[in-house]
């Protein structure tokens, strides 16, 4: 249990053009998505949390109009990168959290989506 | 504020050695959640342990043993008889009561490369 999918796991896209990348938890609910970016050889850096219904809290630095979060419903989380340029190629991690398992404050991680841009 | 220090930034050993990996965090919650993750090359990030603030029982499993002491706060990670399939990043992650529903803060990773 506690399977979290992300798709695309790699795309390639033109500087100036958007993607959007979708976190799904399989077989549980999520109320609560992260959206975390890592580049090579760093740690992984949150984004923005995601709550469903609600709009997304984004960290400090991160530019909300350029990195739009969709949560619309218990098992899907959306990200959009827009106008991405080459600076914004990175690995895009989701994570969820099992309500049922709130106890433990764990996330359950995806498998990662590599995003270049040309 | 929230963090973790991993100090080793990559270890190189040869396969069938010990390895321990370290990690120490600052927190000044009273309950807080502790995490060892695994990134191979794929990227995908693999849960190996969770551990929170009022057991600081240590545990192995297999090949690998953790270390919590909260006197020293530290959370440090052993591999017995390393194998090259060992070889990834290797993160420590902290989350604590006060951050946002479970957000965690992560250590910069350390990179252990077993050599046959």
């Known amino acids: 249990g506690a399977v979290v999918s992300q798709h695309p796991s790699w795309v390639i896209c033109k500087s100036g053009t958007s993607v959007k990348i979708e976190c799904r938890s399989l077989?549980?609910?999520?109320?609560?998505m992260f959206w975390y970016r890592q580049f090579p050889k760093q740690s992984l850096m949150l984004m923005a949390t995601s709550n469903e219904g609600s709009k997304a809290t984004y960290e400090q630095g991160v530019e909300k109009d350029k990195f739009l979060i969709n949560h619309a419903s218990l098992t899907l989380s959306t990200l959009t990168v827009t106008s991405a340029h080459p600076e914004d190629s990175s690995f895009y991690i989701c994570s969820a959290r099992d309500y049922s398992r709130i106890i433990w404050n764990e996330q359950f991680f995806g498998p990662g989506t590599r995003l270049t841009v040309l | 504020a929230q963090k973790v220090t991993q100090a080793q930034t990559e270890i190189s050993v040869v396969e069938k050695e010990d390895v321990t990996l370290d990690c120490v965090y600052e927190?000044?919650?009273?309950?807080?959640?502790l995490f060892w993750y695994k990134q191979p090359p794929s990227g995908e990030l693999v849960f190996l342990i969770r551990?929170?603030?009022?057991?600081?029982q240590n545990e192995i499993s297999g090949r690998y043993s953790w270390n919590f002491q909260k006197s020293t706060s530290s959370f440090n990670f052993t591999i017995t008889a390393s194998q090259v399939v060992d070889s990834a990043v290797y993160f420590c992650?902290?989350?604590?009561?006060?951050?946002?529903?479970?957000?965690?803060?992560f250590g910069d990773g350390t990179t252990l490369t077993v050599k046959p």
């Open positions: 992650a902290l989350s604590g009561e006060t951050l946002r529903a479970g957000k965690s803060t």
């Open positions: 077989d549980f609910q999520a109320t609560t």
């Open positions: 551990r929170n603030s009022f057991d600081e």
């Open positions: 927190t000044r919650d009273t309950t807080y959640y």
